[in-house]
Structures are given as structure tokens and as C-alpha cells.
């Protein structure tokens, strides 16, 4: 990858589904450029194409035209277990429900992405501590989500997404069942590891509020990019 | 990472308790049914062989009567003419290539001693008998010859007799009732425990064959002749002697079927210990029909298991599993779960086939082949019925998975 390439690029990616009359475009030639280290909010109504342009960039889906590189690999154009691979190695991912495994401790669930990696017993444990240690949930290692909060629910799920130390970051809503405070903490975590660890990160919200704490907005509509703009800086 | 899934495995087990012992059952039921039948069939065969042995292997008995022929036991027309002493002295006289010949009659009789009694069987023979049985005395001695011809009043009893009248006691000198005649006993035979039919081998009392036919029989009539090969003669060899002695004993014609029958003991063993293997595998099959059902049950629970965590696999496939990982999870679950069934299984059956075997005093026989199989084979079910939603678990969609509720 060149110097000062972009991380992620969208070249005029098309998502359709279905066939003939009945065929819908949740991405209609798409145009997008995301670089390393930026903090991006995706913004728009249902259907406009936002989450379906989120599970690619998280290399969940493929484009069905079009080309989506990330860290200058076709993604688009990856078979199922290549695309695992590349999510297991540079992709995080923070959901609206959390997604934890019940009954599994804070800290096995943090493991989980390093035993898909091969990661020893010990460097497991270890990393996994770390990591919670960053989003701020020492002392609850062994608590099972049932015993947590939706905070430290969410700060476990922001956890396993960052102890394989990601590249990106691929957040949706995942403010979207906490209530205010707790939602301003989870921004600020995100936005803390955005700036110390220099991880990109991409969030879908539709909370004007929670995109604030983005550097850059981008809206969607209709399967196309209805704006992209840099915020103010909100000191 | 195997460990990593297995230990995964047994925790999703625990998590249903109740679900996994259900599913377990089927297995447990089939894998305890086939160890209880093989081990249980693996004894009686022993049983048999070992009861036929003792019988004696190189044994021809004569009875008279044609030999049962497909149609069923002897015709209506056929008058059965008795054995009679003259058969015997022809035998002893001519036959060569035996060890030991003698007469025997029987008849279940009731013995009495003191005021307790018992049904017993009755034999009146000879000397020659328990060299031909391959029987042995504890203590005493055998009937003399001078007992034999005159039909003395003297008896050896089995262990059965010997428990019922006088417990540990010595039971040498005394005095019992055999029917309406009274004889002394002079000797004690060795223990010999049941048949495998059930029969009780030492509920038995010798006699002389005279004394037997006088006072208990009221004929002279002889129901069996015993024949033991020697060492150098097998039985097939000595049937035909037998046979031409004993028709020109009864001068029949060449042209008349013989009235009596010979029977080989070893093809008996042979028949016998084959019908029982053959009873054992059908048995056994019939058990690993239930097996193929415990089977079916542990796919089913496993595709609602599947079901059940589509959105754990949406998470696992999210953060980085690959199919394979999904695949071996649930493979190892299904092959963990009815490996626990079979090693349960396991240890029922044999602890059902050690009952058996001590009630019906066989012998336990457990063979580290048919247990070992039968790991393998649970295992193998786990897998085989485990693939199939274990691979539709592992080819969901992440984003589906995902937004699974």
C-alpha cells in the first residue's frame, strides 16, 4: 500500500438485489474514500444504503459491481474465509445490541477473536486484560454480561473489538440502547482509542449528537452520497 | 483449539442439562442394549461350550428311538424297543477305540432324609460312569463292581443333595429314601453349578443301575449308553462302529432304518455354541437399530441448537471464524455429546451383563473388542449425524446470522 493511500475505497460499487422489475439498489455506484486514522460517522434514513455500505466496509458483504479495496486488497472480490481472515486481522466490530456470548465471561469474550487467531492460553489472558483495561472494566473480568451494565456491556463488545489491535473499527449504532450518559462515555471511549491508538473508525449512527464526535459525516440517501462533510470542531 | 472446543462443548452441554441427557438417552439405551447382548451372548457361548465339555466333548450317547428326523420327533407306527443289557455287553464286548462305556437310566425321583425332601434326578448306572462323564468324586468312592451286579442299596449324590440333607455335614454312611427304597450314600460328587439351560447339574443321585431298575425303574430297560472316546479316536470315527455293533446286537436287516440314535456331543457343543452366536448377533443387531435412533435424536438437537445460536455464529463469524471453525465446533459438540451417551451406554450394559451373569451363573465375559467398537461407533454417530446441521450452522451468512433474533 502506497504512502498516504487511502484505507478504504469505494470505486462506483453497485449492491443490488433481486431480479428484473423487482430489482432494488441499496448502492448505486458508490465513490468513497476513508483514510487511516480518520473518525467517520455514516449517517441516513432506512434503506438508504448505510448499513449495507457498513457490512462491506466491515468486509461482511461484497459489492455485486464495482470495486471496494481495504489496505489496497480487492476486498470485493475475497472468498468467505479470506474475508474472515481479514476481519479477524484488521477489523473490529462494536454492534447496537453488543453481541456478547451470555453465560461467557467479560474476559472470554474478549478472547474469542484471538483463539480464531491461533493465540496461546496465557497471551490470551493477558491481552485480553489489557484490553479491558483500556475501556475501563478492571475488576470485572469474570462477570457475565447478565451481571454487567449496558455500558459495560458495550465496553466489553469495544474490548473484543480492539484486542487484536484492528486497523478499523466498525461501529453500528453502538450507542443505540444506552441513554444519554452512558452514551457520551462510550463516545468518548471511542473517540480516546481514535486518538491514542490512531484506530479509524467508521460508525453508523442516526443520532446528530453522537455524530458530532466524529471528525467527518457522511450521509447517506437512496444508495448514493447525499454529503460528506467535515464537522466543526466541537471543543 | 480442539481442547479449547471440546472443554466449549461440554459447557454447552451443561448449559441444557435436561436436553442433553434426553438426547444422550437414545445412545445411552442403544450403546447399553448391544454391550448387555454381545457380553451376556459372549458368556452363554462360553457357558455352553464349557457345559457341553463337561458333558464330555468325546462323548456318543445312544438312546433308543430313531434319530429325530426334520419331519419331527419318531412316528406313531414306530414301537420304541428299549436298550437292553445285552446292547451294552455287545459294545463292551466288540467296540474298541473307547475310553469308557456305560449304561445309564434316569428318572426324577423324589429323595427323602430325616423330614427333608427334594426332587432329584435319579441315575442308575455304573462304574464306568464317571470316567465316561469325566466326573469326580470329593470324597468316598465309586460303586464297586460287586455293588453294580447285584444292585446294592448305595448311592453318590451331588452337591445339591449333599447341601439339602445335611448342609456342611458329612453325608458319608447315612441312609436316604429314593422313592420306596432306601440307600446308603458312599460318596460325594464334585460341584458342577447349572447348565445353561438352567439345569442344576448336582441335584443328582447315582446309582447302581440293577438296584435302579428293581426298586425305582420296575424294568430292565436302559435309556442311555455312554460312550468316551479315547484320546486317539474321534467321536465321528467311533459313531459307525457303534452303530454296525449295535445293529447286529438288535439284528436288524439291512434293509431297516436303525431304532436307535447316536448322538455326537461335540457336533452338539458345535450347533449349540453356533445358534447362541447367531442369537447373539441378531440380538445385537436389532440393539444397534436403537442406535441409529439416538442417532437421529442427536441431530436433531443439534440443528436446534444451531437454530438456537444462529446469532452466537453471526458473532464468531464476525469477529474472524472461519467455516471450518463453525463446523468443528458443532461436530465436536455432536461427537462429545454421544460419546458421553455411549461411555454411559457402556457402563450400564456391562453393568446389566454382570447381573445376568451372576443370576444366571454364566460367566461374565466383557470383551475389550465389542467395548472399544462401541466407543468408536458412538463417536462416529456423533459425527455422522452431527455433519449435517453442524455444516449448516458453518455456511450461515454473518450479516443473517447477525440479524438473527
Redesign the interface.
Known sequence: MAAGAPLITFEKVWKSYGQGEARVHALAGVDLAIKRGEFVAIMGPSGSGKSTAM?II?C??TPTAGTYSFMGVDAGRLD??RR??L???YV??V?QGY???A?TTAAENVE??L????VANRERRDLAMQALAQVGLVGREHHTPAELSGGQQQRVAIA?AIV?RPTLLVADEPTGNLDTARTHEIMELLTKLNKELGLTVTMVTHEADVAEYAERTIRFLDGHVASDSMNMETA | ?IW?TVRLSLRSIR?NVLRSFLTLLGIVIGVAAVIAMLTIGSGTTQKVKADISKLGSNLLVVRSGRPASPGGPGGLDQVVRPLAEKDLAALVAHLTGARAISPASQKQVRVIFGTESLTSGVTGTDSAYLDARDWKLVSGRPFSDSETRSGTGVCLIGETVHQQFFGAGDPEGEIIRVNRTSCKIIGLLEPKGYTGFGQDQDNVVLMPLHAYQRRIAGNRDIDNIYIAADDSTPTSELQPRVEDILRDARRMTPDRESDFAIRDMTQIADAMASATTTMTGMLGAVAGVSLLVGGIGIMNIMLVSVTERT??I????????????ILIQFLVEATVLSLLGGIIGILIGLGLAGLAAATLTIPFAPSPAVILLAVGFSALIGMVFGFFPALRGARLD??DA?RHE
Open positions: 457490512n466491515g461482511l458483504d468467505r474465509n474472515a481472515m476481519r479477524n486481522l473490529g466490530f454492534f453481541n456478547l456470548l453465560r474469542l477473536p483463539i480464531y487467531r491461533g473484543r487484536t | 483449539m479449547e448449559r446469532r452466537e453471526g458473532i464468531r463469524l464476525a469477529i474472524g471464524a472461519h467455516e471450518k471453525h454473518p450479516i447477525l
